[in-house]
């Protein structure tokens, strides 16, 4: 069965340029010999041998073949982008070089055969993106076929980047066991441990910016992810309600037993510690969609609104959100394209200047604004 990944779902707020002249350089090599610039014989050198740091870096920019580079640079689309979105594009072409370095170090170590090619590196990249996005949703294509039936069955499937990341890790350590040849899977190994390490260091140092539940989030219990609210609770949103309580009251008259008489006293409603958005309703105009939305939590205040590139907004209110108060975010297209659903970030600070962000599913044929993940930033 072939599993090709070509779709993550993911909240950009930086363009990952660094991850595209990745890409640029690594193909621009591998074509080189075919020029009369540079020969093989002038790249044989980075072939990965020894523990010469020109061969422990320069093998992750050579490849044995069309299809192997084609191969790496899709993973390195995929996953490359999210984790350069995420820790920045100054520092990804670091990080990334020293994945590639750990993973062939781990390469000698464990197997010592001359070796080419970025998959250590990229396994890398695919260690942090579990670690930064693991309830992402990923788009996979699948091709089985059973040659002796005449069985081929082709298709696509979606799930979270965890079961898909943990599904390839279980084959590269099905490939140590088995002793496969012409693999580095102690590339890979040692890659994608370095990337989960990498990945969880900068998210407790906080250099990188997510905007999603992490696996730290798992794993500590802080992750939410509730589900979107029901029709009916979401038509009574936006009314508060008056609680009545009831008062024991005696009579002024001495000369008569004291009657109690409950009368009702008003009382507002108790906010909860926390900002709770609802929507009220949607207005869907092709490229221009509104979400009005209702705040029945604690309020919110210096709101910053982040979106995919690509997406212009207006927000209302812009600076504060008190509690029980009504606004609306008006998502807009730049190329003019439908939006079926988006993904965006609402970050603010609370009442004692704590630095929090949610991150909100919109979904206006749906009529739908789910929360994706909350989180304290510091």
Known sequence: MLLVPYKMETTFTRIPFAN??????????????????????????????????????????????????????????????????????????????????????THLLMSGQPAVGASGAINGIVGMTLVFFPRNRIHVFYWFAIPFLWLIRTGKFETKVIWMILYWLAFDILGIVLGSEGIGYWAHIGGFAFGVAAGLILLQVQAADTYTVSLLDVLTGKA??????????????????????????????????PVPKKTPIAQPPKIPPHPEIHLLRSVDNGNTVTCYFVNKGAGMKNLQLKVPQGVTTQMNPKTELHPFESGWIRFSTVDKSTIDSIEFILAYKTALDELKKMRFRFVPSANTLTLVSAQQLN
């Not at 490359?80 to 979105?85: I, P």
């Open 20 to 105: 595209a002249a990745l890409i640029v350089v690594t193909s621009i090599i591998f074509f080189l010999p075919f020029t009369s610039i540079v020969s093989i014989d002038d790249l044989e050198p980075l072939v990965l041998r020894d523990w010469d740091l020109s061969q422990l870096l320069g093998s992750a920019f050579l490849h044995g073949g069309f299809f192997h580079l084609l191969g790496n640079m899709l993973f390195l689309w995929i996953f490359g982008n999210a984790v350069c979105g995420a820790v920045g594009n100054v520092a990804y072409p670091f990080v990334y070089c020293g994945l590639a370095i750990v993973a062939g170090a």
């Open 224 to 257: 939410s992810e509730p589900a979107a609210l029901p029709a009916a609770e979401l038509e009574m949103l936006g009314h508060t309600q008056m609680v009545p309580t009831v008062l024991d009251v005696p009579l002024l008259d001495e000369q008569e037993k």
